[in-house]
């Protein structure tokens, strides 16, 4: 059972161009994002390795790292403040969100030879037991034993007051999360977690430490991809890189050499950077980055 979170403690809006504006639309040089599936609750399993040698050539080599998100595409995100939304309507909109994500990555998902299942999102508003085990509030985490992300409704009030509403904060976590989905479904999750468990308790961090920073890049991918048709500004990339920053290990330990599993705030904030400048997945590639970039 695989639990990933966003911290340590732990459908026409999007597709037609109504909302954020920014001219994507139908415009025929954005990657138009249709025939979107309804949420999957009986996805197929995920891929296993079966040798430590296939586990790390997936980590190293996936056939993903040779793919391209599409940039731009017609998605765009409407705004939602999620200090003040129901959960209902919190709900609606990151099930609504997915649609996007799976918009972004399907292509280069089935290019690469993997299927991309939509999962489903699940709004907490107390503490719940899940597939994985139970989870606190304050948390958002893709679940990988029944492929389905859950997002704490009081998550924002962890976060800087100063960037707690603004535009795509809540969208980057899940887009963070996401990320988690597509690790999972290229095998890049599992491999993970089969070498961590082989390799003892301070490299298995590392490998941790891995996961988590690539699917900050994947993040930073896919707000790449949606940005120009939300109409997202140099004021609002900076926003997100402050947010990675702030969940960094030491930032949310208090412990500036703190050696946690998730990553220090300036390389959470590098990774989820180099996502946000580019449209090659294989920039993400954290498997065969020094260790001190995921430090």
Not at 159 to 174: C, E, Q, S, Y
């Amino acid at each position: 059972m695989l639990i990933l979170g966003f911290f340590v403690v732990a459908l026409s809006n999007y597709l037609n161009g109504g909302g954020g504006g920014g001219g994507g639309g139908n415009d025929p040089s954005y990657h138009q994002v249709d025939n979107v599936p309804a949420p999957d609750y009986n996805p197929p399993a995920i891929p296993q390795p079966k040798t430590y040698e296939q586990a790390t050539t997936w980590l190293e080599k996936n056939a993903l790292y040779k793919e391209t998100v599409p940039v731009p595409t017609n998605c765009t995100v409407p705004y939602l403040d999620p200090t003040t939304a129901s959960t209902t309507q919190l709900e609606d909109h990151l099930n609504q969100l997915t649609a996007c994500l799976w918009g972004v990555w399907e292509g280069p998902m089935t290019k690469a030879g993997f299927q991309l299942p939509r999962p489903p999102s699940t709004v907490y508003t107390t503490a719940i037991t899940t597939p994985c085990g139970k989870a606190d509030l304050g948390n958002a985490f893709y679940c990988g034993a029944d492929q389905h992300i859950y997002y704490a409704k009081n998550l924002p009030s962890i976060l800087p007051p100063k960037i707690r509403t603004k535009p795509f904060v809540t969208d980057a976590i899940m887009a963070h999360e996401f990320g988690h989905a597509i690790q999972a479904r290229t095998g890049i999750l599992i491999s993970d977690k089969a070498w961590e468990e082989k390799a003892g308790e301070a490299e298995g961090r590392v490998f941790s430490r891995r996961t988590e920073v690539q699917a900050d890049c994947f993040a930073g991918l896919w707000v790449n991809a949606v940005a120009k048709a939300s109409n997202l500004t140099s004021a609002d990339f900076e926003n997100l890189k402050f947010l990675f920053y702030n969940i960094g290990d030491d930032v949310l330990t208090g412990e500036p050499n703190y050696d946690g599993d998730h990553g220090l705030s300036k390389n959470r904030e590098a990774w989820v950077t180099i996502g946000l400048s580019t449209d090659q997945i294989g920039k993400c590639n954290s498997y065969v980055a020094p260790k001190d970039s995921v430090r």
